[in-house]
Structures are given as structure tokens and as C-alpha cells.
């Protein structure tokens, strides 16, 4: 019998034990904390694919650890900060996740591992897990590999003379310096 696993109510454990995996998609509007990423209209996003699977890691000596396999990726169109119009930007996520039995435990051992550390819920969300991890992998600056109109690069006017506009406040102490001799 085929055990049926709710990505939004996954027990952990379970899922790891049996070394289940999970896969789907959707439209970027049902993940409302990533599509508020989204600039403008002119370009459509692409489904939203994910991928889960769980596994046991053997312990000499000790329990098995969980770990949870995250995959994710979205084209999701952004505002270009060269030019300013929209870039359809290919957003991914991929990450390996340790479970320990409670909080405590996580915040201790997050200090001194490396792996991403969370504590085991046996209702726990893993479509906004995928999401926390898509937002935290958006560009910092989304750009185009070319822009489709030529950027001005120029921060000058040319018709700007700075000379011109006011004298220079240190004229008037080179005059004290040349002052009458004693």
C-alpha cells in the first residue's frame, strides 16, 4: 500500500524512514509571499516546480539522522536594475536539512555544525519551507546578460560648468596667507 504524504502536514520522520519523495508544481500565485517578488505584467512567470525526499543517514553508535532534500526552481519575471525594464530571472533553490528531536537541540547544534538544522514537527510545512528557500535565493540584483535598450552610463551634464557656479571657499585664505609682511 502506497502511503499518501501532504506536503503541508508531512510528518517528518515518517517521511525520512521510508526514504519517501515528493514532487510537484504551481503557479507562482499560490505562493502569495514569492509572487509579491514579481515586477510588473510584460513577462509571465513559469511554473513553480519542487522537488522533497527524505532519507536516514546511519550513526555509528547513536540514532539515525533526518534529513529532508529540497529542490525548487522558478522563472520569475524581476525589475533589471541596469535598465529598469523586466528580466525573466530563473530563481533555485537546492538544500539538505538535518532534523533533531526539538528546538533547544536545533539552536545548539546550529552554533556548531555547518548543516542546516531544524527541529523534527510531525505537521510540518514543507510547501513553505520551498518557499522561505526561494525567497532567500532571489538575485540581490537582477539584470539582463544584455539589456534590450541601450542604458545611459553618463552621471554628467554636459551643459554642467562646476567651475562657474561658486568660488572656491579657500580662495579667500590663500589671501590671509599672502597678507602684509610684519
Known sequence: MEKKMDPRHLDV?????????????????????????????????GLLLWQLQGRMVPQPGGTDEIWLDLKASVRLPMQCQRCLSPVLDVVAAERSLRFVADEA????????????????SRDFDA????????????????????????????????????????????????????????
Open 13 to 45: 520522520v515518517s517521511f525520512a524512514r521510508d526514504a519517501i519523495g515528493l514532487k510537484g508544481e504551481g503557479n507562482l500565485a499560490d505562493w502569495p509571499r514569492l509572487a509579491e517578488e514579481q515586477f510588473g505584467s510584460a513577462l509571465s512567470p
Open 105 to 120: 537541540t536545533a539552536a545548539a547544534l546550529d552554533d556548531e555544525s555547518e548543516d542546516d538544522i531544524l527541529a523534527i
Open 127 to 182: 510547501l513553505a519551507l520551498i518557499e522561505d528557500e526561494l525567497i532567500l535565493s532571489l538575485p540581490l540584483v537582477p539584470l539582463h546578460e544584455v539589456c534590450p535598450e541601450t542604458v545611459p552610463m553618463s552621471a554628467v551634464d554636459p551643459e554642467f560648468d562646476a567651475a562657474s557656479e561658486r568660488p572656491n571657499p579657500f580662495g579667500v585664505l590663500a589671501g590671509l596667507k599672502t597678507g602684509p609682511p610684519k
